[in-house]
Nanobody, 124 residues
């Protein structure tokens, strides 16, 4: 079954940057027809919305505005999250998701394909 695969996580110092990527594995799923998003889940916290994109960014969580940029490369069937000025509170497992083009963008229930997650740890 086609699924999403994230990469690019790691350990970084506060103030640093990382770029996450999300693409498909297993074949058969073209992300062209889906809106996509990043969510994250920190230690002891619920999964929360980070950012969403159709052809262009739809919205960002207030906590990441001005620091994170979501984008997608249709030709590469890949979505990205450029994360700058990272803070310790950004430490979380980051998940990518794909869902129907229309409808809400900031709730997990709006998405039906998910990746396994990639760990981002920001040291202070």
């Amino acid at each position: 079954q086609a699924q999403l695969v994230e990469s690019g996580g790691g350990l970084v110092q506060a103030g640093g940057s990382l770029r996450l990527s999300c693409t498909t594995s297993g074949g058969g799923l073209s992300l062209y027809f889906y809106k996509m998003a990043w969510f994250r889940q920190g230690p002891g916290k619920e999964r929360e919305f980070v950012a969403a994109v159709r052809w262009n960014p739809i919205n960002y969580a207030d906590s990441v505005k001005g620091r994170f940029t979501i984008s997608r490369d249709i030709a590469k069937n890949t979505m990205y999250l450029q994360m700058n000025i990272l803070k310790s509170e950004d430490t979380a497992v980051y998940y990518c998701a794909a869902g129907p083009w229309e409808g809400t963008s900031d709730y997990p229930s709006a998405y039906n394909y998910w990746g396994q997650g990639t760990q981002v740890t920001v040291s202070s």
